[in-house]
């Protein structure tokens, strides 16, 4: 759909069909555990940052945000994703050398090992949440 949106006179069939070609050659090509890669690192950003957004909607009241052109930056909400960030990475790293060993020596540094009970997702995704929620509570107190 985004290249006929980029180029709307192209025909569709012969579009789909060479995106089909495409994509089937490179699953043969392609190692698919490279892939997951990507998607733990991914997965590493997104779990937080909708946990943050999930707990900070339903913990405002009146349960709105301010979408204008003029509403106010709310830069104290990286504070939490980067806590739900740096969880996930402290308990599953990935799996590509540098950046898994880079984490795995922050982890002993600071005296952690991950149980093998522990759910990257899961966990991540309850530091960024109640971190939110604190955030919230701050700053309706220093509001008032």
Do not use: K
């Not at 739900?84 to 600071?110: D, E, K, M, R």
């Amino acid at each position: 759909m985004s290249t006929q949106n980029l180029r709307p006179l192209w025909d569709r069939r012969i579009l789909a069909g060479v995106i089909t070609a495409l994509t089937t050659a490179g699953a043969l090509w392609f190692n698919i555990a490279d892939y997951e890669n990507f998607l733990t690192l991914i997965g590493s950003v997104f779990v937080p940052m909708s946990a943050v957004m999930i707990a900070d909607y339903f913990a405002t009241p009146g349960r709105s945000w301010d979408l204008s052109a003029t509403a106010r930056s709310r830069w104290l909400m990286l504070l939490p994703w980067a806590a739900g960030f740096v969880t996930y990475q402290l308990i599953n790293p990935g799996y590509v050398s540098w950046w898994a060993s880079a984490w795995t020596s922050i982890g002993h540094a600071i005296g952690f090992t991950p149980a093998s009970w522990m759910s990257a997702s899961i966990l991540s995704f309850c530091v960024a949440a109640a971190l939110t929620l604190l955030a919230g509570w701050l700053a309706r107190l220093i509001r008032r």
